[in-house]
Nanobody, 115 residues
């Protein structure tokens, strides 16, 4: 059984920064892809950022040039650095792990951008 554990999140003022972290247990369970999606209030989930390990990193259009996804070499941890946050970034952020036909999700962490 794979567990996806998220940390970080919270309340931040517009223009501020936050860092989200995601780790998978057991630690030797390497993914093909990991990333973050978010669900704003009353809206559908949308891609924030994802990595296909060793191939590329992709970002949603609304976060390009503001968010940065970083990965570890052992393919089971990803961090999301979020800068210049806007009120419209307010959402529950979910980390996911994917390999083959398997998908595992974290419980979600709330990010609120408000003055």
């Amino acid at each position: 059984q794979v567990q996806v554990v998220e940390s970080g999140g919270g309340l931040v003022q517009p223009g501020g920064s936050l860092r989200l972290s995601c780790a998978v247990s057991p630690s030797d369970f390497n993914a093909y892809s990991m990333g973050w999606v978010r669900q704003p209030p009353g809206k559908e989930r949308e891609l924030v950022a994802r990595t296909i390990f060793g191939v590329r990193i992709e970002y949603g259009d609304s976060v390009k040039d503001r968010f940065t996804l970083s990965v570890t070499n052992n393919k089971n941890m990803v961090d999301l650095e979020m800068n210049r946050l806007k009120p419209e970034d307010t959402a529950v952020y979910y980390c996911y792990w994917h390999r083959g036909s398997l998908d595992y999700w974290g419980q979600g962490t709330q990010v609120t951008v408000s003055s």
